[in-house]
Protein backbone atom coordinates (compact mmCIF):
# COMPACT_ATOMS: atom_id res chain seq x y z
CA UNK A 1 0.00 0.00 0.00
CA UNK A 2 1.47 3.03 -1.09
CA UNK A 3 2.54 5.69 1.82
CA UNK A 4 3.91 9.38 1.89
CA UNK A 5 7.10 8.21 2.76
CA UNK A 6 7.23 5.73 -0.33
CA UNK A 7 6.10 8.22 -2.60
CA UNK A 8 8.80 11.01 -1.43
CA UNK A 9 11.60 8.07 -1.65
CA UNK A 10 10.54 7.00 -5.06
CA UNK A 11 9.72 10.21 -6.49
CA UNK A 12 12.81 12.35 -5.54
CA UNK A 13 15.12 9.87 -6.70
CA UNK A 14 13.23 9.46 -10.13
CA UNK A 15 13.17 12.59 -10.63
CA UNK A 16 17.08 12.93 -9.88
CA UNK A 17 17.37 10.47 -12.27
CA UNK A 18 15.47 12.09 -15.17
CA UNK A 19 17.20 15.32 -14.72
CA UNK A 20 20.35 13.42 -15.09
CA UNK A 21 19.07 11.57 -18.02
CA UNK A 22 18.35 14.93 -19.79
CA UNK A 23 21.74 16.45 -18.59
CA UNK A 24 20.90 18.62 -15.85
CA UNK A 25 23.00 17.20 -12.94
CA UNK A 26 24.88 20.22 -13.00
CA UNK A 27 22.21 21.91 -11.01
CA UNK A 28 21.41 19.50 -8.67
CA UNK A 29 20.52 21.11 -5.31
CA UNK A 30 18.12 21.06 -2.22
CA UNK A 31 16.69 24.23 -3.95
CA UNK A 32 16.24 21.84 -6.93
CA UNK A 33 14.37 19.68 -5.50
CA UNK A 34 12.25 21.65 -4.04
CA UNK A 35 9.73 21.60 -6.91
CA UNK A 36 9.19 17.88 -7.01
CA UNK A 37 8.70 17.61 -3.43
CA UNK A 38 5.94 20.26 -2.97
CA UNK A 39 4.26 18.93 -5.99
CA UNK A 40 4.27 15.14 -3.92
CA UNK A 41 3.08 16.89 -1.17
CA UNK A 42 0.08 18.43 -2.90
CA UNK A 43 -0.87 15.07 -4.39
CA UNK A 44 -0.63 13.82 -0.77
CA UNK A 45 -2.74 16.21 0.90
CA UNK A 46 -5.18 17.88 -1.72
CA UNK A 47 -7.17 19.94 0.57
CA UNK A 48 -3.94 21.78 1.90
CA UNK A 49 -1.15 24.32 0.36
CA UNK A 50 2.27 22.80 0.01
CA UNK A 51 4.88 25.28 0.73
CA UNK A 52 8.50 25.69 0.75
CA UNK A 53 10.64 27.63 3.24
CA UNK A 54 8.01 27.79 6.38
CA UNK A 55 8.71 29.43 9.39
CA UNK A 56 9.18 26.60 11.77
CA UNK A 57 6.35 26.48 14.21
CA UNK A 58 7.91 25.94 17.14
CA UNK A 59 11.34 27.62 17.03
CA UNK A 60 11.79 31.00 17.16
CA UNK A 61 14.55 33.86 18.07
CA UNK A 62 13.31 35.43 21.46
CA UNK A 63 14.56 38.96 20.30
CA UNK A 64 12.86 38.43 17.16
CA UNK A 65 15.95 39.63 15.55
CA UNK A 66 17.69 37.87 12.54
CA UNK A 67 16.12 35.12 10.65
CA UNK A 68 13.54 33.09 11.91
CA UNK A 69 14.23 29.26 11.66
CA UNK A 70 12.25 27.43 8.52
CA UNK A 71 11.57 24.11 7.44
CA UNK A 72 11.84 23.34 3.93
CA UNK A 73 8.42 22.41 3.18
CA UNK A 74 5.58 21.84 4.92
CA UNK A 75 1.17 21.70 4.09
CA UNK A 76 -1.05 23.95 5.09
CA UNK A 77 -4.95 23.76 5.42
CA UNK A 78 -6.45 27.22 4.77
CA UNK A 79 -9.26 27.17 7.11
CA UNK A 80 -10.34 30.94 7.78
CA UNK A 81 -7.46 32.63 6.72
CA UNK A 82 -6.66 34.71 3.78
CA UNK A 83 -2.97 35.19 4.50
CA UNK A 84 -1.07 33.27 0.78
CA UNK A 85 1.38 31.54 3.89
CA UNK A 86 -1.32 31.14 6.91
CA UNK A 87 -3.06 27.61 7.85
CA UNK A 88 -2.89 24.87 9.82
CA UNK A 89 0.15 23.16 9.57
CA UNK A 90 -0.41 19.29 8.73
CA UNK A 91 2.99 18.41 7.39
CA UNK A 92 6.69 19.09 7.06
CA UNK A 93 9.58 17.71 5.43
CA UNK A 94 13.36 18.53 6.08
CA UNK A 95 15.62 17.22 2.75
CA UNK A 96 19.18 17.09 2.53
CA UNK A 97 20.86 16.65 -1.00
CA UNK A 98 23.88 14.83 -1.03
CA UNK A 99 25.51 15.20 -4.06
CA UNK A 100 29.70 15.87 -6.21
CA UNK A 101 31.07 18.36 -3.70
CA UNK A 102 27.87 19.04 -1.29
CA UNK A 103 27.99 16.12 1.13
CA UNK A 104 26.26 17.31 4.61
CA UNK A 105 28.23 16.81 8.04
CA UNK A 106 26.38 14.20 10.32
CA UNK A 107 25.78 17.30 12.75
CA UNK A 108 23.43 19.34 10.15
CA UNK A 109 21.69 15.61 9.54
CA UNK A 110 21.29 15.67 13.19
CA UNK A 111 19.76 18.97 13.40
CA UNK A 112 17.51 18.65 10.83
CA UNK A 113 16.11 15.39 12.76
CA UNK A 114 15.85 17.07 15.85
CA UNK A 115 13.76 20.04 14.50
CA UNK A 116 11.61 17.62 13.12
CA UNK A 117 11.24 15.90 16.47
CA UNK A 118 11.05 20.09 18.42
CA UNK A 119 7.18 19.81 15.74
CA UNK A 120 6.03 16.38 16.65
CA UNK A 121 7.20 16.70 20.11
CA UNK A 122 5.01 19.74 20.51
CA UNK A 123 2.51 19.19 17.88
CA UNK A 124 1.82 15.34 17.48
CA UNK A 125 -0.95 16.44 14.98
CA UNK A 126 1.48 17.17 12.07
CA UNK A 127 3.03 14.64 9.89
CA UNK A 128 7.16 14.91 9.93
CA UNK A 129 9.46 13.63 7.43
CA UNK A 130 12.81 13.59 6.30
CA UNK A 131 14.74 12.59 2.89
CA UNK A 132 18.37 12.18 2.44
CA UNK A 133 18.78 12.07 -1.45
CA UNK A 134 21.51 12.42 -3.88
CA UNK A 135 23.74 10.06 -5.58
CA UNK A 136 24.30 6.69 -4.38
CA UNK A 137 28.39 6.77 -4.10
CA UNK A 138 28.25 10.38 -2.46
CA UNK A 139 25.37 8.97 -0.19
CA UNK A 140 27.56 5.72 0.95
CA UNK A 141 30.71 8.53 1.43
CA UNK A 142 28.54 10.26 4.14
CA UNK A 143 27.56 6.98 5.49
CA UNK A 144 31.08 6.27 6.04
CA UNK A 145 32.35 9.23 6.79
CA UNK A 146 29.92 9.82 10.09
CA UNK A 147 30.74 6.39 11.04
CA UNK A 148 34.74 7.01 11.42
CA UNK A 149 33.43 10.71 13.11
CA UNK A 150 31.59 8.58 16.29
CA UNK A 151 28.73 11.06 16.35
CA UNK A 152 26.83 8.46 18.11
CA UNK A 153 28.70 6.19 19.94
CA UNK A 154 27.55 2.27 19.78
CA UNK A 155 27.16 0.01 22.93
CA UNK A 156 29.40 -2.73 21.57
CA UNK A 157 31.60 -3.60 18.73
CA UNK A 158 29.15 -6.03 17.47
CA UNK A 159 26.20 -3.55 17.27
CA UNK A 160 25.78 -1.80 13.62
CA UNK A 161 27.21 1.38 12.72
CA UNK A 162 24.09 4.02 14.17
CA UNK A 163 24.13 6.53 11.24
CA UNK A 164 23.22 3.73 9.07
CA UNK A 165 20.50 1.92 11.22
CA UNK A 166 18.57 5.24 11.47
CA UNK A 167 18.47 6.13 7.91
CA UNK A 168 17.34 2.52 7.64
CA UNK A 169 20.06 1.34 5.07
CA UNK A 170 21.54 -1.57 7.53
CA UNK A 171 18.18 -2.76 9.50
CA UNK A 172 15.17 -3.20 7.18
CA UNK A 173 11.66 -3.31 8.40
CA UNK A 174 12.48 -2.05 11.86
CA UNK A 175 11.89 0.88 13.45
CA UNK A 176 14.94 2.85 14.92
CA UNK A 177 15.50 5.12 17.89
CA UNK A 178 17.52 8.47 18.37
CA UNK A 179 18.89 9.14 21.96
CA UNK A 180 20.29 11.89 22.90
CA UNK A 181 22.29 10.34 25.57
CA UNK A 182 24.52 8.29 22.76
CA UNK A 183 25.39 11.58 21.05
CA UNK A 184 29.27 12.39 20.97
CA UNK A 185 29.33 14.95 24.33
CA UNK A 186 30.06 17.96 22.22
CA UNK A 187 27.46 17.43 19.82
CA UNK A 188 25.05 17.03 22.83
CA UNK A 189 25.99 20.59 24.10
CA UNK A 190 25.94 22.10 20.63
CA UNK A 191 22.17 21.26 20.15
CA UNK A 192 21.26 21.93 23.64
CA UNK A 193 22.55 25.14 23.11
CA UNK A 194 20.69 25.43 19.38
CA UNK A 195 17.12 25.01 21.23
CA UNK A 196 18.18 27.49 23.66
CA UNK A 197 19.03 29.95 21.06
CA UNK A 198 15.34 29.25 19.71
CA UNK A 199 13.78 29.82 23.07
CA UNK A 200 11.92 26.04 23.03
CA UNK A 201 11.45 25.80 26.94
CA UNK A 202 10.91 22.05 26.61
CA UNK A 203 12.41 19.14 24.02
CA UNK A 204 12.22 15.71 23.73
CA UNK A 205 15.42 14.10 22.88
CA UNK A 206 14.61 10.68 21.90
CA UNK A 207 13.33 10.40 18.35
CA UNK A 208 11.52 7.74 16.67
CA UNK A 209 12.38 6.94 13.11
CA UNK A 210 9.65 5.18 11.57
CA UNK A 211 8.35 3.74 8.49
CA UNK A 212 11.29 3.46 6.46
CA UNK A 213 11.85 3.47 2.66
CA UNK A 214 15.03 3.38 1.05
CA UNK A 215 14.86 3.57 -3.28
CA UNK A 216 18.12 3.32 -5.64
CA UNK A 217 17.96 3.73 -9.00
CA UNK A 218 20.98 2.20 -11.11
CA UNK A 219 23.54 4.83 -13.18
CA UNK A 220 21.53 5.90 -16.67
CA UNK A 221 22.51 4.38 -19.29
CA UNK A 222 23.53 7.06 -21.10
CA UNK A 223 27.34 9.12 -21.64
CA UNK A 224 26.75 11.89 -19.67
CA UNK A 225 27.10 15.54 -20.81
CA UNK A 226 31.20 17.11 -20.52
CA UNK A 227 29.42 19.83 -17.75
CA UNK A 228 27.73 17.09 -15.34
CA UNK A 229 29.14 15.02 -13.03
CA UNK A 230 30.38 10.78 -13.50
CA UNK A 231 27.56 8.85 -14.71
CA UNK A 232 26.07 7.60 -11.44
CA UNK A 233 22.86 6.09 -9.68
CA UNK A 234 20.87 8.18 -7.11
CA UNK A 235 19.27 6.85 -4.09
CA UNK A 236 16.64 8.61 -1.77
CA UNK A 237 15.65 7.35 2.01
CA UNK A 238 12.79 8.66 3.40
CA UNK A 239 11.54 8.41 7.17
CA UNK A 240 8.72 9.49 9.21
CA UNK A 241 10.17 11.32 12.43
CA UNK A 242 8.27 11.11 15.77
CA UNK A 243 8.76 12.30 18.79
CA UNK A 244 9.47 9.62 21.62
CA UNK A 245 7.50 11.35 24.20
CA UNK A 246 4.74 13.61 22.49
CA UNK A 247 4.11 17.31 24.77
CA UNK A 248 0.84 16.93 26.48
CA UNK A 249 0.45 20.46 26.95
CA UNK A 250 1.95 22.47 24.84
CA UNK A 251 2.27 26.39 25.49
CA UNK A 252 3.39 27.33 21.85
CA UNK A 253 0.20 28.77 20.13
CA UNK A 254 -1.44 27.25 16.93
CA UNK A 255 -0.40 28.55 13.43
Not at 61 to 74: E, N
Request: aromatic share 10%; net charge positive; with cysteine.
Amino acid sequence: MPSLVSNLAVGLASFAQYEFACGRAYAFSESYLAKPLVEILSSWFPNGTAFTELRHPTLERPDGQGSQPRIDAGVLLKEDTKELREGRLVACVELKWCGDGAIPSGASVLWDLYRLASISYHRPEVECYFVLAGSTGSIKSFLAKTAESRLIRRRTRKEPEVFGTFLRTEIKGKFGQLRFDRLNPTLQRDIEAKFKKYRASSFDLSVNIQQPEIVRHDAAPIEPRTNQPPRTGFTAIASRIVSARPHEASNVPAD
